[in-house]
């Protein structure tokens, strides 16, 4: 969208025509020199998941070097020295910042999350689909302060007086009732603010920054349906489009999006460059109007710094992010003209936070922990070690979620199913969506309660319906698998022992992906006619993911809590063995 004439612009204009009459009468009056551009730094980052200390799992820098990284306390110490290179600077999150988060934030309710994002200093958070991971209520609560209990885990415990999220959270496309909405959102109906205005500078050289936030329009389908009733998600390129046209019309001379959905570059050598702008981030980018100057995304956990003027020049946005856990930041600088009302320059580079002792590599920073940041998060680590290393159970082996049948699916299947054996469970399917993280035991097998949270974080109970065959085939049809039959890039169920599946490439999948073409129980193909009892977990049960059928079950039966089933199946003297990896049959 075209700059609009702002009053400082229309001042501009009426002293460039009245100047040569009046100097004509003095010409030794000086001309007015236009004022100097003011740049805005700004520092992206994105689905943080409360990865308070650093990420065990090494990151891929390029094909030559990996690197240990992340820690909200190097995070800091990053993020002051970005700011001490720049008088004017914002610090924003595209969402993701709590849940699916380490034991020790998850097991507090992502509390310690937002004090230390307090501590560094974070100005803005748009919402992402973990946001709303216990609902919104207890949403509302985190960001705005207090000890209501609204899930099955006590707030306040470590901080009795929680106070809050000293940032804004924003949701441009999060649509709620009177009831619930913001007091001071457009139009009575977001969640929270859709947006902000932040000023730099006085007089002619004043300059405002709008900032939009927001999450996927798909987010119900990755949310428990009730946590979200009353919430209506809408479609991103249109609140983007009539968002920005509110701040253009309030005088801002920059637009900065955040939005919790992202790219997929694939076959990216390294995580600072754009091996291509593909995904499902560009599809809204091809529909937002022209003035957007940056869009900080997320949600696809890709590293990537992109132009997009290289496939439309009328729109020179920067599309950029910063992987996941706190483990990189984005450095934006934006040279805005105060007399022009636009952005003349734009910059981004992606820093990787590293906390190791390795080589010097441009790119790649090794910042020193900041004192009050580890302290604050050791605080809450020594509340969490107790029940972090407690020893539940022995594993004969690694279990790791690599492609869509995995020993490590199977083995949360497995414990699924004796679990709610006495609700008459025949089946049970676990979603790969709700595995965050392998499973690695000590060399002895050990395994602790620490490990095995991590793995299933959300605290979901069990629940075991009864489906026809037919109904059953319909949830499996609904399974896709991507060409390279990824963990990530899969819908595909982990099924119990007895349950077997059959994949095949895709003809009508642009992508090679795989769809679903039969299934087994206990060797014999699933009738329509006949009625099975499948346990899943409550997030499925509800709808999750997209799968409403299983929420059309019936006679249904509470069980355990996931991770409960999980600790009940690895109890014993002897060693849990790794189930085979022989329930799924892909057909080129």
Same mark, same amino acid.
């Given at each position: 969208?075209?700059r609009r ?12 025509l009245?100047l040569p009459?009046?100097l004509?009468a003095?010409a ?5 020199r236009a004022? *100097? ?6 520092? =992206?980052?994105?689905d943080f ?5 650093p990420v065990?799992?090494p ?7 990996e ?12 993020i002051d020295?970005?700011r001490?290179r720049?008088?004017?600077? @914002?610090?924003?999150s595209?969402g993701?910042l709590?849940s699916?988060s380490p ?6 309710l992502d509390?310690?999350t937002i ?8 100005d803005?958070n748009a919402?992402?689909?973990h946001?709303?991971d216990?609902?919104?209520?207890e949403?509302?609560?985190l960001?705005?302060?207090?000890? *209501?209990?609204?899930t099955?885990r006590e707030p ?6 929680y106070?809050?999220?000293e940032f804004?959270?924003l949701?441009?496309?999060v649509?709620a ?7 001071d959102s457009?139009?009575g109906?977001?969640l929270f603010p859709g947006t902000?205005i932040?000023?730099?500078g006085?007089g ?5 920054v =709008? ?5 996927l329009e ?7 349906p009730?946590g979200?009733a009353?919430?209506?998600f809408?479609? *991103?390129a ?5 968002a920005a ?7 801002v001379d920059a ?9 997929v570059?694939d *076959?990216?050598p ?5 091996a291509a702008?593909?995904?499902?981030l560009r599809e809204?980018l091809?529909r937002l109007?022209p003035g957007?100057d940056?869009v900080?995304s997320?949600?696809?956990?890709r590293p990537?710094v ?11 946005m920067?599309?950029?992010s910063?992987?996941w856990g706190g483990?990189?930041?984005?450095d934006?600088?934006l040279t805005?003209?105060p007399?022009?009302?636009?952005v003349?320059?734009?910059s981004?580079?992606?820093?990787v936070?590293a ?7 441009e790119?790649?920073?090794r ?6 940041i ?13 029940a972090?290393?407690?020893p539940v159970?022995?594993?004969g082996?690694q279990a ?5 049948e995995n020993? @490590?699916g199977?083995?949360?299947a ?6 709610t054996?006495?609700a008459?469970?025949?089946?049970a ?7 965050r993280?392998?499973?690695i035991?000590?060399d002895?097998?050990? @395994? ?5 949270y ?6 979901n109970?069990?629940?075991t319906?009864?489906?026809t ?6 949830i499996l049809?609904?399974q896709?698998?991507?060409?390279g039959l990824s963990?990530?890039?899969s819908?595909v ?6 349950f077997a599946?059959v ?6 999948d642009?992508?090679?992906?795989y769809?679903f073409v ?7 193909p ?8 499948v346990?899943?977990?409550s997030?499925?049960?509800?709808g999750?993911?997209?799968? =409403?059928?299983?929420?059309e079950?019936?006679?249904a039966?509470?069980g355990p809590?996931d991770?409960?089933?999980m600790?009940?199946?690895l109890?014993g003297e002897?060693?849990r063995a790794l189930?085979a990896?022989?329930?799924i049959?892909?057909?080129?």
């Amino acid at each position: 969208m075209p700059r609009r004439m702002t009053g400082k612009t229309i001042l501009s204009a009426l002293l460039a025509l009245t100047l040569p009459l009046s100097l004509g009468a003095c010409a030794t009056v000086p001309a007015q020199r236009a004022p *100097e551009p003011v740049t805005v730094g700004i520092i =992206g980052l994105n689905d943080f998941h409360g990865n308070l200390q650093p990420v065990a799992r090494p990151l891929r820098v390029d094909d030559t070097m990996e690197v240990q990284a992340g820690g909200a306390a190097h995070l800091a110490t990053a993020i002051d020295t970005l700011r001490a290179r720049q008088e004017n600077t @914002l610090v924003i999150s595209a969402g993701d910042l709590i849940s699916a988060s380490p034991l020790v934030s998850s097991l507090f309710l992502d509390e310690p999350t937002i004090g230390a994002m307090n501590r560094i200093g974070l100005d803005f958070n748009a919402v992402g689909n973990h946001e709303f991971d216990r609902g919104w209520r207890e949403l509302k609560r985190l960001a705005e302060g207090g000890c *209501e209990k609204l899930t099955m885990r006590e707030p306040c415990a470590v901080e009795p007086d929680y106070a809050g999220a000293e940032f804004d959270f924003l949701a441009a496309n999060v649509l709620a009732g009177p009831e619930i909405a913001a007091p001071d959102s457009k139009d009575g109906g977001t969640l929270f603010p859709g947006t902000a205005i932040r000023r730099f500078g006085a007089g002619e050289r004043q300059v405002a920054v =709008g900032i939009i936030g927001l999450t996927l329009e798909g987010t119900p389908d990755l949310v428990t349906p009730e946590g979200i009733a009353g919430l209506t998600f809408i479609d *991103e390129a249109e609140a983007i489009n009539a968002a920005a046209a509110d701040l253009e019309a309030d005088g801002v001379d920059a637009v900065v999006v955040a939005i919790h959905q992202g790219l997929v570059p694939d *076959e990216q050598p390294d995580v600072f460059g754009c091996a291509a702008i593909s995904g499902p981030l560009r599809e809204i980018l091809d529909r937002l109007n022209p003035g957007i100057d940056v869009v900080i995304s997320g949600h696809t956990h890709r590293p990537y710094v992109c132009d997009y003027s290289t496939v439309d020049a009328a729109r020179p946005m920067l599309v950029t992010s910063a992987a996941w856990g706190g483990q990189m930041l984005t450095d934006i600088a934006l040279t805005i003209d105060p007399a022009g009302d636009r952005v003349i320059d734009k910059s981004a580079r992606n820093l990787v936070i590293a906390n190791d002792a390795g080589d010097a590599r441009e790119g790649v920073l090794r910042p020193a922990a900041r004192a009050d940041i580890a302290a604050y998060v050791a605080r809450y680590a020594a509340a969490a070690k107790e029940a972090e290393t407690r020893p539940v159970g022995k594993l004969g082996g690694q279990a790791r979620e690599i492609g869509i049948e995995n020993a @490590l699916g199977n083995l949360i299947a497995d414990a699924q199913l004796d679990a709610t054996r006495s609700a008459g469970a025949q089946i049970a399917l676990m979603n790969p969506g709700g595995i965050r993280a392998d499973l690695i035991p000590a060399d002895d097998g050990t @395994l602790t309660f620490g490990q095995i949270y991590t793995v299933q974080p959300f605290g979901n109970t069990l629940i075991t319906k009864t489906f026809t065959g037919a109904q059953l085939l319909e949830i499996l049809r609904n399974q896709h698998a991507d060409a390279g039959l990824s963990a990530g890039g899969s819908t595909v169920f982990a099924g119990s022992r007895g349950f077997a599946q059959v994949f095949e490439r895709d003809p009508d999948d642009a992508d090679g992906g795989y769809r679903f073409v039969s299934a087994t129980f206990e060797g014999q193909p699933i009738d329509p006619a006949a009625t099975y009892r499948v346990t899943m977990n409550s997030f499925l049960a509800t709808g999750g993911d997209g799968f =409403g059928t299983f929420a059309e079950g019936t006679d249904a039966v509470t069980g355990p809590v996931d991770l409960d089933a999980m600790e009940a199946y690895l109890d014993g003297e002897g060693v849990r063995a790794l189930p085979a990896i022989d329930r799924i049959t892909v057909i080129d």
